[in-house]
Nanobody, 125 residues
Framework: QVQLVESGGGLVQAGGSLRLSCAAS????????MGWFRQAPGKEREFVAA????????YSADSVKGRFTISRDNAKNTVYLQMTNLKPEDTAVYYC??????????????????WGQGTQVTVSS
């Protein structure tokens, strides 16, 4: 069993920055890949970024490339999402997920084994 707790969301103006954190507990953190997804009202959950178990490989959606950076600190059991140059279309609930099955983390939410409760990010224009 794994518990994931996101934090760091909030209200920010367009062009601003936020850093999301996801703290994990329950199993050896370095044994699973991690991903960030988001879900806006009335839309499906979509892939944002993912990172391999060691942190050596990262993957991002085209919509956030150059603006969002995923990283992890295995000593602190935490994965981060640094978001810069935020846009109103980034407004959503952001979720972190744990993928135990794959060395290269999945980009579809159905492949993830555990999820956090989500943190709201609202970007005003």
């Amino acid at each position: 069993q794994v518990q994931l707790v996101e934090s760091g969301g909030g209200l920010v103006q367009a062009g601003g920055s936020l850093r999301l954190s996801c703290a994990a507990s329950g199993r050896t953190f370095s044994s699973y890949a991690m991903g960030w997804f988001r879900q806006a009202p009335g839309k499906e959950r979509e892939f944002v970024a993912a990172i391999s178990r060691s942190g050596g490989r990262t993957y991002s959606a085209d919509s956030v490339k150059g603006r969002f950076t995923i990283s992890r600190d295995n000593a602190k059991n935490t994965v981060y999402l640094q978001m810069t140059n935020l846009k109103p279309e980034d407004t959503a609930v952001y979720y972190c997920g744990a993928d135990f099955q794959r060395t290269v983390p999945a980009k579809t939410p159905g492949e993830y084994d555990y999820w956090g409760q989500g943190t709201q990010v609202t970007v005003s224009s």
